[in-house]
Structure formats: structure tokens, C-alpha cells
């Protein structure tokens, strides 16, 4: 399969919230959650998104797929640009976008049965099936995500929580959508299980010619299952790397710290491991000024004057630092 | 310092009886830091719950030894273990959030342990709480002592959890998923922290979690658990270089590494066990590829290699180096 | 790709569960039996009267009870047994009825408001604790004075009167789940917001109700009675329990027993309706049902 144009297209993507607070629930801040993202995808691609809490990439997910309302910026699909579309027709486009969730124990209505729900998205849609005719559809994509025809009768409490990823991995397949937002499908998960997961979608990517955004907070994971990483710290991207280069060429001093930070299995010393000090500071009211600069160790003065814009690097990603690395 | 030998716990539930651990044996010296691994359903949580003897408050049933600093813990009468708990064995939780009582400012929370185990005044006290929040690297420890949990960060969370841990100078401290709940960057100091803290303080730390990296950086031995027994139990660099027990190397074979090579990345397949269908013989050999027919029906033995690790498992000669 | 497939014997629809539930809890039970022989009785109630509920015999007024009038008879010497048969049916028959219906306005109402909020929210929870905090045998005794005495007003009083409760449980229960994973897992199919309430947030917000419900039918069957007694409920010769108890008290040295015996029916039928009540508390776990259903 060739990588080649761009079959996403986001131009900068912004939204903010307002938080009330106190006796009369005035607003008392304004939170920009995201905050002029822009970034492409090609066809076949994996896009990873990586960031600490309060990052803005779940939101960047919801904001894709129209769950939360951009105030500026826009999606284009195909050349599209799906933030304009009439809710009829934005429930067509969403048969072709699909998201997976975090939290597997969760994701499945409690009283429906596996089958129930792996119905739904047919009769959202108002698609009719004879009896015989959604037991096979049903069962064939349990089948592609390594369950059984037996699975499709219990209950989510009966299952395990890889179990339940696979379903919702398969309900979000019903369709036969080209895109999926994969929303730290594996947080919730062991390891073991976590690897069986991520080697599902690995060859249901390669079966089904699917283009995956893939949201995590685990820079080791992203950087092995994705081909580009979007690096974000407090609603804006401060870098976009090719996943090769992540352990060898990162620029933004953020993207180096979450590398340093991320423990590998060989046994070491982490006395010798040098550790970002402080936490991601209170989303809102930012100063102006690069959000990293109260964390940055390299930080100058002009850092606290000006953001750093999206610039593109040597080796074909981007930053946004006054005095990138490498 | 901390000795067990073939804990287990039996619980009793709708008539069936069910032995979440059973046969745990693993012992620490003083100021070394022990990780206990396992995955889901391992029974590392409710290992570290009967050590401090919280198990039989919920109806299980404790058998075996654990040997604190020469006392047999479990001969100890529910009275006595609330005075060992907290003043010289003490607990950190998983989730600072919910560990921390809303309604006090943080400093009085370290306050009333310090009031409750040392004899100290209460303006002692309060000079030895900032002193704690200072050594863990709390910044403005005066002002942060005034404040309520709600107004602090996750990070800052934790570490007045541990400054309420480590105020009465405990000779072993267990932590459970202690950074769990934490972002990378906060996860490391945290982490950090706890080593410091055991070598300034000669302190141990039992450290139960699933992450193999935390284990890596910061443990001396290691002790991995599977459906409810311990399969490898030795020193970190030996475990970790040559693990023995096939669950060891396929769980350090399913964890992805910045470099690593795509498709590359081994799953085990198949689900862990609940205590209520553990397999007869060997727990692991119903997803184990090494497995032989002797597996499946006898539980294997304990042996203790010339390298110093226990494994328990009947290939314990198999050569499974890590790539 | 393989997984274990532990064949999974069979699978427990949460209906299912609630009934073995159910089976297991004695005092619950016994509130079933009471509600199924209520049933029983208000449904064969034209059979089951010894005597034509309205049949009056001067002859026999106010006759202790014996062997021919198993209750004994009233002021008009009609057979108590075949009012209070005849009774059930009309107490059993408001206390449905209206609580069905007050449910049905809550459902709607406290949908709307939790699922929406905002504004909608606002306008319609300011109305439900306007009419929650008005005593409801205050507005009941403003229907029946608007409408005018009979059962239909009974029931409509009843059921405009006890909705606030239930609305303001539907709204808190899906206040808490709109935001839970699977409702945005639904809303990302491209579900529309009646298919998301009536499908998934109602149902899964219904345990509470159907509690609340179940209490409320006794609630109800009072406070029919106490209109009946007030002389605004069933008019004769229909027999009320509550309009029976009413014309017994004129009475009460000479016949006790016309007062009392109605007065037992309702008192083990309100009985029956909150044990079983309280047993689906027990058994829908509804404090805590994340952890089963």
C-alpha cells in the first residue's frame, strides 16, 4: 500500500471552554483546550497523538468527528471539510469515521448483548437485515477481531476487558470505514493484553486499508505502532516527528523529556535518568509565551515573550521551539 | 527483614471456596526495594493486603508465615497489627485522590499520623510535616501545608500520601500502584522519590505494580506473579537479563520500546485464569508454548538456580535469554 | 489470532438475574404473593363476591360478622366480603393507573431536562419542585374541586401530583450517564438524541423508577382512600376502601368491623407494595449497579 496524499486535513482547529466557578457560576477562565492545531494524514497512515493529561487530545478526537463543536478551523476528509456538513449528512460521513474508546468496561450498554450492540450501528442507519442475514454480518466481524459467534450473546460483564475492546473494535468496523480514531484503546489494559490489541489493529490496518489517528499517552507504544507522532503540551502541537526519528532526532526539548522519562525494561538507575521536574500547569488563563517555558530546561528569556510557531525541520517534521534541538 | 513463606488466602464465597494466592513465598532485606509484577488478577494487591493484615476485614482466611523484622505477624492480634500498621509497616494507595480526606488541609493530615504514632507536640509535629514536605521536594511546603487536596495536582497528591506514609518512620513501607494515576513526567519523580527515600532512610519498599519499566529503574529484586502464585522470584538485573520462567519472558517480550522494530511486538494469547478455574497444574501452561503434558496436571516445584533466582516451573532449563 | 473461548454456559440477561434475585429474597417474595393475589382478586372481583357488591338488605344492617356474611354486613346491609372484593378492584385499579401515568410524565419530563439541560433544564425542573413543593392532597383536593368528585379525577389528581418525584429521579440518573463512555460511543455511530434517550439512557435509568414506582402504588392507594374518606374519590355505590372506612366512622360503636376490615385490606395491600419495593432495592443493587447489571 502506497503512503501518499493526504487523506486528512486539519487547519487550525481551536476550541476553548468556559469554566464557572464560584456563588453566582460566572465565568472565572477561559480554557483553550485546543488551540490551533493543524496537521495532515495520508491514506493508510498511522498518526499517533501523544501528551501528558489536560494535553487536549481527547478533545482533538471528539473535535474530528464533530462529538464537540470547533469554534474555528476545519476537518477536510478527502477534501471535505466535514465541520461545514448538515447533521444528515454529517451521520452519512460518520459511517466512514470511527472512534474506539478508552475505557472497555464501559464503551457497551450494559443491558444490550454483544450482538445487540453490534446491531446498532445498522439501525442507526436504518440498514435492514433479515434475521439470518445480521447473524452472519454480525458474526463475521466478530470473527475479524478474534471473537467467537459464542460472544455474541453474552453480556459485557461477562467478557474481559480485551475481550471488550475487540467489540467495540468490531462495532466500530461495522460500516467498513477507511478511518479510525483510536482513543488510548489499550490504557485500560495489561500488557499482554495491550500487545494482543495492538496486534489486531496492526493487520486489520493491513486487511482493510484502514488510516488510523491513534491517541496515547505512551510515547514508547505510539512511537513503535505509528508512522508519525504529534507531540502535544497544553492544547497546542509543539512537535511533529516521524516515528524512526523519536528516539534519535527529537527537537522540541518537551518531546525529549517525555523520552527520557518513559522507563525502558532494561534494569538501570534512576538516579542517572534525567527527570522533567514540575507538572503540566493549570490549563487556563495561559501567559503568553511558549506553554512549556516554566518547564523547559533551556528555557531563555524571549521564550516567556512569544509562542513558537509550527516550523518545518530539516528532516521533514516540524517544532515549535525558539531553539529546537539537534 | 521481611520473610514470607507460602502465603495463601482463601476466600469463601456462595459455599465455593477460592484461593485468589496461594503458595507466595519471598523475603527483602532491609533498605531494598522489591517489586512485585503481575498483571490483572495476579493477586498482588491481596498479597500486599494480608502482609499488612487487612485481608481477614473482608472474611479471607490467611495461612502460611510472615516473619517482620523476627515477628510473626500473623500470630499478632488484631490490636497489635493496628500499632505495627502505620507505625512501622505503612501503606500508599493507589489513588492519592481518594486517599486524602476532602475536608482537611493536607498539613493536618500529616499532622494527626505523626500525633498518633510518635510522642510529639502538635507544634513538633507540624515543624517535622514541613520538614517531610521539604524532603519530598514539595515547593512552598508552608503554604502547600494550609491547603485542601482539591487545590493541589495529582503529583503534589501523591506526595503528601507519601509524606503521611513515611512520617513515622516506617521500616517497610508498601506501596500499591503508587503512580498509576500519574502522567509520565510526575511518574518519574514520584519514582525518584521513593528511591531516595530508601537510601536516606534505609528504608524498604515493597513496590506492587504492573509496569516492568518502574520495576527496572528503581527495584533491587523482583518477584513476578501469575493467577495468584509467584512463578520467578530474584535479583532485578538477573531476572530481567535472563528471565527462567516463560511468563517473565513473554511479559517483557509484549512491551513496546522506543526503536523497536514493527511487528516485532509478541502478544500472549488467551486470558489469565479466575481463581474460580485455575488450571490443576501449572497456572501458566494453559497459554504457555513450552508446555508438556507433565504441566498440565502436576503443580511444579520451586527450584533455586545457581544464579540465585527461584522459578517455578518444570523447564526451568530452557534457555530464554531476552533479544 | 486465538483467544480462549470459554464456552460461556448461558448467558444471564440482567432480567434474569434480578429474578433469581428476586427468588432468593423471602420478605420480597411476600410482597409478590400479597400484589399477585391483589391481582387476582381486583381482576375475578365479579366472580369472586359472594353477593352483589351493591345489593342492600335492610333486614341485615349492620350485622357482626357469621357465617352467611363472612365480614359482616354495613348501614345498608350489603355484604362487607363483596365490597372490599369489589373495592380491590378500584384501589388497585387508581393505584396503577395513576402512578403509571405520573411515571410517564416524569420519564418525559425529567428526560428532557437531564438530557438537554440548559435552559430546557432550568424552565422544567423550576416547575417539577413548584409542584413538588406544594402538599399533594392539596393539588388532588384542586382537581377534584375543578373536575368535580369520581374516580377519574381521583386518578388524575393522583397521577398530576406524584410526577415531581419521579422526574427528578430520571434527570440525576441521567445527568450521571450522559456522559458515561457508551452513550459517546453511541452518539459517534451518529445515534440521534431520541435514539440515545429512549434507547439507552432511559433504560439503563429506569431501576430507581420502577423502585420508586412500586412504593408509590401504595402511596397512591392511601391517598385514594384518603380522598375517598374526604368524600371526593368513588362516589356510592361504588365501594371504595377509603369511602367505606368514611361511612363506617358514623358507625364505629355500633359496627366496628365496617370500619376495620377495609382498613386491614388496604393495610396489608400498602404492605405488600413496599416490601416488594424494598426488596428490588436490595435486588437491583440500585446504589450500586455499575458493579453488575
Known amino acids: 500500500m502506497s503512503i501518499s496524499k493526504n487523506y486528512i486535513e486539519v487547519k487550525n482547529l481551536s476550541v476553548s471552554f468556559k469554566v464557572s466557578g464560584g456563588l453566582l457560576l460566572r465565568t472565572i477562565g477561559v480554557v483553550k483546550a485546543v488551540n490551533d492545531v493543524s496537521f495532515s494524514i495520508k491514506k493508510g497512515e498511522i498518526l499517533g497523538v501523544v501528551g501528558e493529561s489536560g494535553c487536549g487530545k481527547s478533545t482533538l478526537a471528539r473535535l474530528m468527528l464533530r462529538l464537540i463543536e470547533a469554534n474555528t478551523g476545519s476537518v477536510e476528509v478527502d477534501g471535505k471539510n466535514i465541520l461545514e456538513l448538515s447533521k444528515q449528512k454529517m451521520k452519512i460521513q460518520r459511517d466512514n469515521m470511527r472512534m474506539v474508546f478508552q475505557d472497555p468496561y464501559s464503551v457497551m450498554d450494559p443491558r444490550y448483548t454483544i450482538f445487540r450492540s453490534l446491531s446498532e450501528p445498522f439501525e442507526i442507519r436504518g440498514i435492514k437485515h433479515s434475521r439470518e442475514e445480521r447473524h452472519e454480518i454480525v458474526n463475521e466481524l466478530l470473527e475479524m477481531v478474534g471473537l467467537s459467534p459464542e460472544h455474541g450473546f453474552s453480556y459485557p460483564h461477562e467478557l474481559s476487558g480485551g475481550q471488550k475492546q475487540r467489540a467495540d473494535i468490531a462495532r466500530a468496523l461495522a460500516l467498513n470505514p477507511e478511518f479510525l480514531i483510536l482513543d488510548e484503546p489499550t490504557a485500560a489494559l495489561d500488557v499482554s493484553v495491550q500487545a494482543q490489541i495492538i496486534n489486531l489493529l496492526e493487520s486489520l490496518r493491513e486487511k482493510l486499508n484502514l488510516t488510523y489517528l491513534f491517541i496515547s499517552h505512551d510515547l514508547s507504544l505510539v512511537s513503535y505502532f505509528c508512522d508519525r507522532v504529534v507531540v502535544m503540551y497544553l492544547g497546542r502541537i509543539v512537535e511533529i516527528i516521524s516515528a524512526d526519528n523519536v528516539g534519535t532526532q527529537a527537537h522540541h526539548p518537551y518531546t525529549k523529556a517525555l523520552i527520557d522519562n518513559v522507563f525502558t525494561t532494561t534494569p538501570g538507575n534512576i538516579a542517572d535518568i534525567e527527570i522533567l521536574e514540575g507538572e503540566v500547569p493549570s490549563p487556563f488563563n495561559l501567559p503568553s509565551g511558549c506553554g512549556f517555558a516554566s518547564r523547559c530546561p533551556h528555557v531563555k528569556p524571549s521564550c516567556t515573550e512569544l509562542a513558537p510557531q509550527l516550523e518545518t525541520t530539516a528532516d521533514g517534521g516540524q517544532v515549535a521551539c525558539h531553539f529546537p534541538l539537534n | ?323 | 489470532m486465538s483467544i480462549d473461548y470459554q464456552k460461556t454456559k448461558k448467558h444471564k440477561s440482567p432480567l434474569k438475574v434480578l429474578l433469581k434475585r428476586l427468588a432468593q429474597n423471602k420478605m420480597g417474595l411476600a410482597g409478590v404473593v400479597v400484589i399477585l393475589i391483589l391481582i387476582f382478586v381486583a381482576a375475578f372481583a365479579h366472580i369472586l363476591e359472594p353477593y352483589s357488591y351493591k345489593l342492600q338488605d335492610i333486614s341485615n344492617m349492620s350485622q357482626p360478622p357469621s357465617l352467611t356474611h363472612l365480614l359482616g354486613t354495613d348501614e345498608f346491609g350489603r355484604d362487607l366480603l363483596s365490597r372490599i372484593i369489589r373495592g380491590a378492584r378500584i384501589s388497585f385499579t387508581v393505584g396503577v393507573v395513576s402512578v403509571a401515568m405520573s411515571v410517564l410524565i416524569g420519564l418525559v419530563v425529567g428526560g428532557l431536562a437531564g438530557y438537554f439541560g440548559g435552559k430546557v433544564d432550568l424552565i422544567l425542573t423550576s416547575f417539577a419542585d413548584l409542584t413538588w413543593s406544594m402538599p399533594s392532597i392539596l393539588i388532588a383536593l384542586l382537581l377534584v374541586a375543578i373536575i368535580g368528585p369520581g374516580l377519574e379525577s381521583v386518578v388524575l389528581a393522583i397521577g398530576l401530583s406524584y410526577w415531581a418525584q419521579y422526574a427528578r429521579l430520571i434527570r440525576g440518573q441521567i445527568l450521571s450517564l450522559k456522559t458515561s463512555v457508551y452513550i459517546e460511543a453511541t452518539r459517534s455511530l451518529g445515534a440521534s438524541d431520541f435514539v440515545i434517550l429512549v434507547k439507552h439512557l432511559i433504560p439503563n435509568s429506569i431501576s430507581p423508577v420502577i423502585v420508586a414506582a412500586t412504593i408509590g402504588v401504595g402511596n397512591a392507594i392511601v391517598l385514594e382512600a384518603t380522598l375517598g374518606f374526604l368524600g371526593m374519590g368513588a362516589q356510592p355505590p361504588t365501594p371504595s376502601w377509603g369511602a367505606m372506612m368514611s361511612s363506617g366512622t358514623a358507625y364505629l360503636f355500633i359496627s366496628p368491623w365496617v370500619i376495620v376490615f377495609p382498613g386491614i385490606a388496604m393495610m396489608i395491600t400498602v404492605l405488600g407494595f413496599n416490601l416488594f419495593g424494598d426488596a428490588l432495592v436490595d435486588i437491583m443493587d440500585v446504589k450500586n449497579r455499575e458493579s453488575n447489571l
Open chain 2, 1 to 323: 527483614m521481611l520473610k514470607v513463606s507460602d502465603l495463601a488466602v482463601e476466600f469463601t464465597v456462595d459455599k465455593k471456596t477460592i484461593r485468589p494466592i496461594s503458595g507466595i513465598s519471598f523475603e527483602m532485606q532491609k533498605g531494598e526495594v522489591l517489586g512485585v509484577v503481575g498483571e490483572t488478577g495476579s493477586g498482588k494487591s491481596l498479597t500486599a493486603h494480608a502482609i499488612m493484615g487487612l485481608t481477614s476485614l473482608v472474611g479471607g482466611k490467611i495461612s502460611g508465615q510472615i516473619v517482620f523484622e523476627g515477628k510473626d505477624l500473623l500470630s499478632k492480634s488484631h490490636k497489635d497489627m493496628q500499632s505495627i500498621r502505620g507505625a512501622e509497616i505503612s501503606f500508599i494507595p493507589q489513588n492519592p485522590m481518594t486517599s486524602l480526606d476532602p475536608v482537611y488541609r493536607v498539613g493536618d493530615q500529616i499532622v494527626e499520623g505523626l500525633l498518633k504514632h510518635l510522642k510529639i507536640t502538635k507544634w513538633a509535629a507540624k515543624k517535622r510535616a514541613i520538614e517531610l514536605m521539604e524532603q519530598l521536594r514539595i515547593p512552598n511546603a508552608e503554604r502547600v501545608f494550609e491547603q485542601y487536596p482539591h487545590q493541589l495536582s495529582g503529583g503534589l497528591k501523591q506526595r503528601i500520601v507519601i509524606a503521611i506514609g513515611i512520617g513515622t518512620e516506617p521500616k517497610l513501607i508498601i506501596a500499591d500502584e503508587p503512580t498509576t494515576a500519574l502522567d509520565v513526567t510526575v511518574q518519574a519523580q514520584i519514582i525518584r522519590l521513593f528511591k531516595e527515600l530508601t537510601v536516606a532512610n534505609n528504608v524498604g519498599l515493597l513496590l506492587i505494580t504492573h509496569d516492568l519499566g518502574v520495576i527496572a529503574q528503581i527495584c533491587d529484586k523482583i518477584a513476578v506473579m501469575y493467577a495468584g502464585n509467584v512463578v520467578e522470584h530474584g535479583d532485578i538485573k538477573t531476572v530481567f537479563s535472563d528471565p527462567k520462567h516463560p511468563y517473565t519472558r513473554a511479559l517483557l517480550d509484549c512491551i513496546p520500546y522506543i526503536g523497536m522494530k514493527k511487528g516485532s511486538l509478541k502478544a500472549i494469547e488467551g486470558n489469565v485464569p479466575t481463581p474460580s478455574n485455575f488450571p490443576k497444574g501449572c497456572r501458566y501452561s494453559s497459554r504457555c508454548p513450552y508446555v508438556i503434558p507433565q504441566c498440565k496436571t502436576e503443580f511444579p516445584e520451586t527450584i533455586e538456580l545457581a544464579c540465585g533466582t527461584k522459578v517455578t516451573c518444570n523447564k526451568f532449563d530452557l534457555n530464554l535469554p531476552r533479544h
